[in-house]
């Protein structure tokens, strides 16, 4: 098993891990096990007051740590700085918000009192991806070890560092050992992790395959879940939309990660009215982005995080093509590796890509591009843009751009989605439940929903 860090800008391999033992990982389930019967009666004021410390620690060293993120999986430096803050954010969040969502609740009914009570569950198993490799943590994390859970993270075997990382912070910050560990494991000792009474529930954020796995091995033992997986967020835009301001967000957002990201829009779904002219101007965006070196302050776009992920796409738009599908820029990742210098022309870098006028039954209808590739739809009516929105059997988020308050009401009620943005991108935001539906999952992070996914909602009735 393969557990290292690889630069994914020139494929070199800077550090190698040797996965845990099976005595190693049994070591660690003990200690969880026991750190949990002390922890869950500490204070939420003593909780908060580490999780504040956690959140400094992740502001001091933002650059280091930013660093680390690009290392690992390529994300320009800009980007992964970004992501570092965002995660004291999230921190500080629920340090503050958690003695309010946590509180009993009274409940009139028929007792001489009746409330309900949220208490935590013990050890919560956390799969995670790559692609934010702080911020998918952090945001379940944070919510989770208020509640008085412990955290084990088995974290994307290519971010073994930022896995280390993430635990000392929590040690830093004066979180006992054992209340977050970090595990470097293979994907396939996720199942007897899962099967073990330990660990009392597990959380997943990757691809439908991982998450359809977790979930079967979850129910054979009956422990909670919660998945958020891939998306092909639909970005409708209207008539009455800025174009300016519309094609620089749809650059924004299909450019998130190295265009990595399950909540980028990845279909643009344009009225007739304005395609011509939205795709021209969305060309030229795409076209004006730098592609380079991601520890380059001035660079836009950088590697995609692996070979398989570089080849799975570009199978992906070569097909496309080969169905007769338009190339508006970009498609040639061969092309684009030449203009680098060395070492670079040996990173996962792919061209910016704009594709268009694709065959029914093409890839561009269901599957989702993980990578720096828009896709571009035309249709005449509102009408036709939700079906083609509502087409695919991704859920995650969607967005669309409007100024006319009746399309906006049509947007918000019939797209199917967890997360409806009118003009303005998809995100996540610590005060707003954050999942999907239909392929894309179930279960939500943030807001008070995300920290009550893992704690036992407990009925009380007394005379």
Same mark, same amino acid.
């Given at each position: 098993?393969?557990?290292?860090?690889?630069?994914?800008?020139?494929?070199?391999? @800077?550090? @190698?891990?040797?996965?845990?033992?099976?005595?190693?990982?049994?070591?660690?389930?003990?200690?969880?096990?026991?750190?949990?019967?002390?922890?869950?009666?500490?204070?939420?004021?003593?909780?908060?007051?580490?999780?504040?410390?956690? $959140?400094?620690?992740?502001? *001091?060293?933002?650059?280091?740590?930013?660093?680390?993120?690009?290392?690992?999986?390529? #994300?320009?430096?800009?980007?992964?700085?970004?992501?570092?803050?965002?995660?004291?954010?999230?921190?500080?969040?629920?340090?503050?918000?958690?003695?309010e969502f946590l509180a009993d609740v009274p409940v009139a009914t028929d007792a001489g009192s009746s409330f309900i009570r949220y208490q935590p569950l013990g050890a919560i198993l956390a799969v995670m991806p790559w692609n934010f490799?702080?911020?998918?943590?952090?945001?379940?994390?944070?919510?989770?070890?208020?509640?008085?859970?412990?955290?084990?993270?088995? +974290?994307?075997?290519?971010?073994?560092?930022?896995?280390?990382?993430?635990?000392?912070?929590?040690?830093?910050?004066?979180?006992?050992?054992?209340?977050?560990?970090?595990?470097?494991?293979?994907?396939?000792?996720? $199942?007897?992790?899962?099967? %073990? %009474?330990?660990?009392?529930?597990?959380?997943?954020?990757?691809?439908? &395959?991982?998450?359809?796995?977790?979930?079967?091995?979850?129910?054979? +033992?009956?422990?909670?879940?919660?998945?958020?997986?891939?998306?092909?967020?639909?970005?409708?835009?209207?008539?009455?939309?800025?174009?300016?301001?519309?094609?620089?967000?749809?650059?924004?957002?299909?450019?998130?990660? !190295?265009?990595?990201?399950?909540? $980028?829009? #990845?279909?643009?779904?344009?009225?007739?009215?304005?395609?011509?002219?939205?795709?021209?101007?969305?060309?030229?965006?795409?076209?004006?982005?730098?592609?380079?070196?991601?520890?380059?302050? =001035?660079?836009?776009?950088?590697?995609?995080?692996?070979?398989?992920?570089?080849?799975d796409l570009d199978r992906q738009v070569q097909t496309c093509i080969r169905q007769g599908a338009r190339v508006l820029t970009g498609g040639n990742p061969g092309a684009i590796r030449a203009t680098l210098d060395l070492p670079l022309?040996?990173?996962?870098?792919?061209?910016?890509?704009?594709?268009?006028?694709?065959?029914?039954?093409?890839?561009?209808?269901?599957?989702?591009?993980?990578?720096?590739?828009?896709?571009?739809?035309?249709?005449?009516?509102?009408?036709?843009?939700?079906?083609?929105?509502?087409?695919?059997?991704?859920?995650?988020?969607?967005?669309?751009?409007?100024?006319?308050?009746?399309?906006?009401?049509?947007?918000?009620? *019939?797209?199917?989605?967890?997360?409806?943005?009118? !003009?303005?991108?998809?995100?996540? =935001? &610590?005060?707003?439940?954050?999942?999907?539906?239909?392929?894309?999952?179930?279960?939500? *992070?943030?807001?008070?929903?995300?920290? +009550?996914?893992?704690?036992?909602? #407990?009925?009380?009735?007394i005379r």
């Amino acid at each position: 098993m393969s557990i290292a860090t690889i630069n994914p800008a020139t494929g070199v391999t @800077v550090k @190698v891990f040797q996965a845990l033992t099976g005595a190693e990982i049994e070591s660690k389930l003990e200690l969880a096990q026991y750190i949990f019967e002390s922890y869950r009666h500490t204070s939420l004021s003593q909780r908060s007051a580490w999780m504040h410390r956690a $959140a400094k620690i992740l502001e *001091e060293k933002r650059e280091p740590l930013g660093q680390l993120i690009t290392l690992e999986m390529g #994300k320009p430096l800009t980007a992964a700085i970004a992501e570092v803050e965002k995660c004291a954010l999230v921190c500080r969040y629920y340090a503050d918000q958690a003695p309010e969502f946590l509180a009993d609740v009274p409940v009139a009914t028929d007792a001489g009192s009746s409330f309900i009570r949220y208490q935590p569950l013990g050890a919560i198993l956390a799969v995670m991806p790559w692609n934010f490799p702080f911020w998918q943590v952090f945001r379940f994390a944070a919510p989770a070890l208020m509640a008085g859970n412990v955290g084990l993270l088995k +974290h994307a075997s290519n971010v073994p560092q930022c896995a280390l990382a993430i635990e000392r912070i929590f040690l830093q910050a004066g979180f006992s050992a054992g209340v977050f560990q970090t595990l470097l494991i293979g994907a396939d000792q996720v $199942a007897d992790l899962v099967a %073990d %009474d330990r660990i009392k529930a597990a959380t997943l954020t990757g691809s439908e &395959p991982a998450g359809a796995s977790l979930a079967a091995n979850a129910g054979k +033992h009956l422990k909670k879940t919660v998945l958020e997986l891939g998306g092909s967020d639909p970005f409708i835009v209207m008539e009455s939309a800025d174009l300016e301001s519309t094609t620089t967000a749809a650059t924004t957002t299909r450019m998130l990660g !190295n265009g990595q990201s399950c909540i $980028a829009a #990845k279909r643009f779904i344009v009225v007739d009215t304005l395609f011509d002219a939205f795709a021209q101007r969305l060309v030229e965006k795409f076209k004006a982005l730098k592609l380079g070196d991601p520890m380059r302050l =001035d660079t836009h776009i950088g590697p995609l995080a692996t070979p398989t992920i570089l080849n799975d796409l570009d199978r992906q738009v070569q097909t496309c093509i080969r169905q007769g599908a338009r190339v508006l820029t970009g498609g040639n990742p061969g092309a684009i590796r030449a203009t680098l210098d060395l070492p670079l022309q040996r990173g996962n870098f792919y061209p910016p890509t704009i594709l268009t006028d694709f065959p029914v039954g093409s890839p561009a209808y269901q599957e989702e591009f993980f990578g720096p590739v828009a896709l571009l739809f035309r249709v005449k009516t509102l009408d036709e843009a939700i079906d083609l929105a509502n087409s695919t059997s991704f859920g995650l988020g969607a967005s669309g751009w409007t100024q006319d308050p009746e399309e906006c009401d049509r947007l918000v009620s *019939e797209l199917e989605a967890g997360a409806v943005f009118i !003009n303005g991108i998809v995100k996540s =935001d &610590p005060r707003l439940p954050f999942g999907g539906i239909k392929r894309s999952g179930y279960g939500r *992070e943030l807001g008070i929903q995300g920290i +009550h996914e893992f704690v036992n909602i #407990k009925t009380v009735w007394i005379r």
